[in-house]
């Protein structure tokens, strides 16, 4: 079982029937799904923090279309390269949104006869629970990359997946030589979608490549063009996206009017090792 802690008094938690519990006597219960609650309620900026219910929705209903395999494919092999020597690597997915890199990337160790323990968090508790509907393969838990409800020291490898960065939390619960893998847009994603959307639409900022406590190992791009053929796919795009709430109702009335898009899908994958200390 990946190694919780209590975002409380930081002592271990163990699955006891449908709950979650520690010496403490704090009490975390399962959902139906089997995702866990760990938010900190006194942590909170906002009464439901997180992608929504539509939003996550629309994330699920799209990927799971495929339009977005090839760069799950990426980081599968990625991951897997890197951790072949490990039979039963832990693996913290930090922002895992509704799981679909997370499934993707639990089936591949096991088709691999690897047994990975794996954690995937969202601070959405939308997101977590269709997370823990899709993979069984893997515990899920609401709960704040700033905050992780797990052990210093504990995972041979974080992901951060288009998700808020917190470099001292991912220095914190990763053990000596870990890795750290991120993926971030590219400067020409979802260019076409901008270009019917806004009058004045503007390419990604890339950021830098170094990050403090860690080695850059390597930098991969992962481009494809996707095909939308549907109103309802284009829209699920849009709708789980930043921009889809950053955006006038005008605007997105320009979009609705759309049933078929061209569209660049441009993805950057990198690789980090924990510095030696």
């Known amino acids: 079982m990946f190694p919780l802690r209590c975002p409380l008094c930081g002592k271990p938690l163990r699955l006891d029937g449908g709950s ?3 010496e403490n006597r704090h009490s975390y219960d399962c959902a139906k799904s089997g ?4 938010l900190d309620s ?3 900026r906002s009464k439901i923090p997180g992608d929504n219910k539509l939003m996550s ?6 990927l799971n279309k495929g339009y977005y395999e090839p760069l799950s494919d990426a ?8 951790l072949s020597g490990s039979s039963s690597p832990v693996i913290l997915d930090a922002g895992c949104g509704e799981g679909y890199y997370t499934s993707r990337l639990a089936e591949a160790f096991s088709r691999e006869g690897a047994r990975p323990e794996i954690l995937g968090i969202d601070i959405s508790k939308f997101a977590a629970d269709l997370a823990a509907k899709r993979c069984k393969a893997a515990a899920f838990a609401a709960a704040s990359v700033f905050h ?3 052990f210093d020291r504990a995972c041979d490898l974080v992901l951060s997946l288009f998700a808020p960065y917190c470099g001292e939390e991912f220095l914190r619960v990763l053990k000596p030589g870990g890795l750290f893998v991120m ?4 400067r020409d994603h979802l260019w076409e979608l901008k270009q019917a959307v806004y009058e004045t639409p503007y390419k990604n900022e890339v950021r830098d490549y170094p990050l403090d406590g860690f080695e850059f190992l390597s930098a991969g791009k992962v481009e494809t063009v996707l095909e939308l053929s549907s109103r309802e796919d284009i829209l699920h795009l849009f709708e789980m996206t930043p921009y889809y709430y950053k955006t006038s109702k005008q605007d997105q009335m320009r979009l609705e009017e759309l049933d078929r898009l061209t569209v660049t899908a441009s993805f950057e994958l990198l690789i980090y090792q924990l510095k030696n200390k």
Not at 57 to 62: E, M, N, P, S, Y
Request: with cysteine.
């Open 75 to 82: 980081l599968n092999s990625v991951c897997l390269a890197r």
């Open 35 to 38: 995702y866990v609650n760990l």
């Open 57 to 62: 929705a629309a994330r699920r209903d799209f």
């Open 42 to 44: 006194s942590r909170k």
């Open 20 to 22: 979650y519990r520690c």
């Open 148 to 150: 992780l409800p797990v």
């Open 183 to 186: 993926a971030i847009p590219g």
